[in-house]
Nanobody, 117 residues
Framework: QVQLVESGGGLVQPGGSLRLSCAAS????????MGWYRQAPGKQRELVAT???????NYVDSVKGRFTISRDNAKNTVYLQMSSLKPEDTAVYYC???????????WGQGTQVTVSS
């Protein structure tokens, strides 16, 4: 079992930056692939960025060059550094932990990001 708690969301002006954090507990964090997803009102949840247990990263095209995912296994935390934010980045951002070999997925409760002037 893995518990995930996101933080760092808020209101930011277009062009601004935010850093989201997702703190994990309850299992061996370093074994899990981690991801950030987002869901805007009236839209489906979409993948934003992932980082594997080995540190390989992947991004949706719309955030490439603006967002950076990273992890600190010593702190059991994954981060999403978001820069050059746009109004279309407004969404609830969720953290997900995946361990494919045992078929387990865990989600956090989400943190709201609003980009508006």
């Amino acid at each position: 079992q893995v518990q995930l708690v996101e933080s760092g969301g808020g209101l930011v002006q277009p062009g601004g930056s935010l850093r989201l954090s997702c703190a994990a507990s309850g299992s061996i964090f370093s074994l899990y692939d981690m991801g950030w997803y987002r869901q805007a009102p009236g839209k489906q949840r979409e993948l934003v960025a992932t980082i594997t247990s080995a540190g390989t990263t992947n991004y949706v095209d719309s955030v490439k060059g603006r967002f950076t995912i990273s992890r600190d296994n010593a702190k059991n935390t994954v981060y999403l550094q978001m820069s050059s934010l746009k109004p279309e980045d407004t969404a609830v951002y969720y953290c997900k932990a995946t361990r494919v070999i045992i078929g387990r997925n865990y989600w956090g409760q989400g943190t709201q990001v609003t980009v508006s002037s």
